[in-house]
């Protein structure tokens, strides 16, 4: 497995380590080691923000780790569904036809739960290829196999990014809801 791959795991050790030395040189009185101490966690901070990078386009996630993922389907289709239900509830609204206006509301609605189940496939399958990515590698690193364990790392990328896609759709759309319940 490659050195230099962000890991929150590893940013977590990292910091830990880094606050360690910094409270020994503290303690021991040695600047050196609170500095370096210092210097440790503020790498880690970042090796953590560069751990959780994301960039979400529609239908698609792209990682830190160069792995780029396909949305499940259940997603695309809901936020369409969501799309055109909203637009038929508006144009009921406007028209004053009821029907239209709660078919536009089931429509939503149905795509809302769509889209969610999307994102709870993206996000458990990212966490199950991580898990099973994160073990292969390690025993084929044990075994010396180096082919095999850059197929793992693979494995773990992809997870990563289809869990951190996931994550910041769910993340995106709880800040909206929190938004849109301050406003009422």
């Given at each position: 497995?490659s050195n230099d791959n962000t890991s929150t795991l590893k940013a977590?050790?990292?910091?830990?380590?880094?606050?360690?030395?910094?409270?020994?040189?503290?303690?021991?009185?040695?600047?050196?080691?609170?500095?370096?101490?210092?210097?440790?966690?503020?790498?880690?901070?970042?090796?953590?923000?560069?751990?959780?990078?994301?960039?979400?386009?529609?239908?698609?996630?792209?990682?830190?780790?160069?792995?780029?993922?396909?949305?499940?389907?259940?997603?695309?289709?809901?936020?369409?569904?969501?799309?055109?239900?909203?637009?038929?509830?508006?144009?009921?609204?406007?028209?004053?036809?009821?029907?239209?206006?709660?078919?536009?509301?089931?429509?939503?609605?149905?795509?809302?739960?769509?889209?969610?189940?999307?994102?709870?496939?993206?996000?458990?399958?990212?966490?199950?290829?991580?898990?099973?990515?994160?073990?292969?590698?390690?025993?084929?690193?044990?075994?010396?196999n180096k082919a095999a364990e850059s197929e793992y790392q693979k494995?773990h990328d992809v997870g990563k990014t289809a869990q951190r896609g996931?994550?910041?759709?769910?993340?995106?759309?709880?800040?909206?809801?929190?938004?849109?319940?301050?406003?009422?």
């Amino acid at each position: 497995m490659s050195n230099d791959n962000t890991s929150t795991l590893k940013a977590v050790v990292d910091s830990a380590t880094g606050t360690i030395q910094n409270a020994f040189g503290s303690v021991t009185g040695n600047s050196a080691h609170q500095t370096e101490g210092q210097a440790k966690q503020n790498k880690a901070d970042v090796k953590n923000d560069a751990s959780h990078a994301t960039a979400k386009i529609p239908g698609f996630a792209a990682s830190s780790s160069g792995a780029v993922t396909k949305d499940d389907p259940n997603r695309t289709t809901g936020a369409y569904n969501q799309t055109v239900g909203s637009a038929k509830e508006f144009v009921g609204g406007l028209t004053g036809s009821e029907s239209l206006k709660a078919a536009g509301r089931q429509q939503n609605q149905e795509g809302q739960q769509q889209e969610a189940k999307g994102q709870l496939n993206d996000y458990a399958g990212g966490i199950s290829d991580r898990v099973a990515g994160t073990l292969g590698g390690a025993v084929a690193g044990v075994t010396g196999n180096k082919a095999a364990e850059s197929e793992y790392q693979k494995q773990h990328d992809v997870g990563k990014t289809a869990q951190r896609g996931a994550e910041t759709d769910i993340a995106k759309k709880a800040d909206a809801e929190s938004a849109a319940a301050r406003k009422s």
